[in-house]
């Protein structure tokens, strides 16, 4: 009987596959998706993201990130800037940084079986995966986690519906932070990835395209003029579960729950949420998962909620901008309690 199983060959499910090995455990990735694995996102990595990577002496390759700029989208001219504190993040195609993982994973000898999680069943000291026990399974199947809808655990999420657009962009970065466009219906990321290439992500509530959603920031069009690659989508992104531990079945990362995008640390929680989960499995304490992760998360989850609904009144996203340039030192601390490593309890 293996000790376990990880639904979900994306970032955090691969993370939690190598502490697994790392730890001696007997462990198997169940991903149906073949070659690196692509998504919408805004591919940078806060310094937080950078350590955890570390930890694993996984350095993918990308842009050295300073900070977080937010600009007004209108083009009116206002600007914040925060230097990250604790050292530089990183912007990372989602394809370099899978690539990254799986080279790892396989230095690891960990196999990775191409199929999807059908069927979950608890047992006393075991799960039964499709089937077969493992001591442990391991839900990091992402934001519309098939493993949380088979274990009954999907809540309905009611109120704003946002969605995240992204392509790339041709060009040499004219910026080394993350900036951040505002508007009064969306906000755009731009992310330097590589020497000649930058990310470009819109975040939004309306059903809009994503030029017509770019039609938003006149400044950020001026600015885009290399060759676009095509785009892709995600979404709804609030999710919602009753719980992130039912019986031997641990629900970590996007999987266990989201808020939003708009703080751009979910990479770096995830992967928090991974070694975790694998303490706790190594431990054979499924059930302290659920407050662990419940306190990694707390910071952000509060951070991103607080200012999602300040920002879904326009008057306030108008002021935000100029407010924060108004006040560096305020902006400079909440953009440094999110991109600080986080700290996993022994």
Known sequence: ??????????????AVALHAARAGLDVVVREPRTGPVDKACGEGLMPGAVAELALLDVHPEGHPLSGIRYVDGSGAGAAAEAVFTA?????????TLHSALSDALARAGVPVQPEPVRAVRDGIDHVLVDGEPARFL??????????RRLLGLEVPVRGRRRFGLRCHVRQEPWTPFVEVHWAAGAEAYVTPVAEDLVGVAV???????????????PLLRERLVGERTKVMGAGPLRQRARRRVAGRTLLVGDAGGYV??????????GLAHARAAVACVAADDP???????GRLSRRHEMLTHALLHATAHRVVRRRLVPAAARAPWL??????QLARPIEVPA
């Open 138 to 147: 391991v839900a990091a199947d992402g934001l519309h986690s098939p493993v």
């Open 331 to 336: 902006f400079s601390a909440a953009v440094n």
């Open 1 to 14: 009987m293996r000790d376990l199983v990880v639904a979900g060959g994306g970032p955090v499910g691969l």
């Open 203 to 217: 975040l939004t509530d309306s059903g809009e395209a994503f030029d017509e959603v770019l039609t938003q920031f």
């Open 287 to 293: 059930q302290r998962f659920e407050a662990l992760a």
């Open 87 to 95: 050292g530089p993040g990183r912007g990372v195609r989602r394809t």
């Open 260 to 269: 939003d995008a708009l703080t751009g640390e979910g990479i770096a929680l």
